[in-house]
């Protein structure tokens, strides 16, 4: 199977590339996040909330991932963050050897976490290491309530799920407590938050959460 | 560069069978209709309220495309549409060769209407034709208003947009006619269609073109 092959070289090149930005970036003292979610699910609010709420107690950079545009980019610069803007031109899943890439335009003496926020897509980043010390799976409230169980692969590989638009609860049909079972169940180790971009609810535990993961031992 | 040259094969071979797929459907007086979102949006729903509505008017088939999990299609069966589901297996766009394998488990004499509800993304289904006479693209009011502009290649190959829970636009930061002149300025014969599948609203629009659509001339 030709095909297979060929997919899997790809793969274990990607990696090798992953080891050695994951190998720069700890050497740096630089934690990483591997953002996730489907299109819309809120990773763009999410940081710009997270960036203002942890200003003076951690340095957050960001390398944003977006098929077409900067708008993303431009809204976590003004959020006060140093931010790289990396356009896939279609392609729907960032790749290790951008990152290594856009590493080289950021000041990283000065960053204790960096973020990066993946394309919108829930199949073909799971596949992808970037050098990231966390994989974090965003969800939301308004998205239906049965996304671990049709894309498993991604909440498998992820450690932490954001379910995001609590706000917006009372308006949908979600079942929250259905979701977190689901998810658990694919992957039991998974640690769960819950909160609102919008309202501010929950925020406050997602940021102790990144605060006490940027100064633990690399 | 031997990549690409790989990638157009194989999209010519889809083309080929999309081809044959659709002389198949015409020969049986069947019109076809590839509906795409990002996940969540609110695709199987708006499918399962148009079943319902178009009860004795029109009869619809569907394949549903997802990565795994049946539930989608248990929903439309359960609606009153005979359907067929596609588990792709992590793969993030359906295939032509996959709509053929599909088609010999359809009654096709029954169906005017075939709706194939293709995976959530907006990015890898918009290069895979299916043999459909028409690309729908939906997008929800809780997903962020920058859509078209950070897919464009996908409103650019659709006919018709429609924006969905349009019952959630008092609870969220969503400027809808921003995404309405997005949309036109990436492709300005796409028609728009604004509805909210929970509530109801809009939702007549929707089934009378869809009457008009399957009755037009082949």
Not at 42 to 50: D, F, I, N
Not at 66 to 95: F, K, M
Not at 112 to 132: A, H, K, M, Q, T
């Amino acid at each position: 199977m030709p095909k297979v092959t060929i997919a899997q070289n790809i793969l274990t090149a990607n990696d090798t590339i992953a080891e050695q930005v994951h190998a720069l970036l700890a050497a740096r003292g630089v934690r990483t996040i591997n953002m996730m979610s489907s299109p819309g699910a809120g990773k763009t609010t999410l940081l710009e909330k997270t960036i203002a709420r942890l200003r003076g107690r951690l340095v957050l950079g960001v390398i944003e991932g977006d098929v077409e545009t900067s708008t993303d980019a431009e809204r976590i610069e003004a959020a006060g963050a140093e931010t790289v803007q990396i356009n896939t031109r279609g392609a729907c899943h960032l790749e290790a050897h951008m990152i290594r890439d856009a590493l080289v335009q950021l000041e990283l003496e000065h960053i204790s976490l960096l973020v990066i926020e993946n394309i919108g897509n829930l199949i073909c980043p799971s596949d992808w290491r970037l050098g990231e010390d966390l994989r974090v799976t965003l969800v939301s409230t308004t998205e239906g309530d049965e996304k671990p169980a049709k894309y498993p692969h991604l909440f498998a590989t992820s450690q932490v799920m954001v379910v995001n638009k609590l706000d917006l609860l009372p308006y949908v049909d979600y079942d929250l407590e259905k979701v977190k079972r689901q998810a658990l169940a694919i992957n039991p180790e998974l640690r769960i938050f819950e909160l609102s971009s919008r309202s501010g609810g929950g925020l406050d535990g997602w940021c102790d959460f990144l605060l006490e993961f940027a100064s633990a031992a690399l």
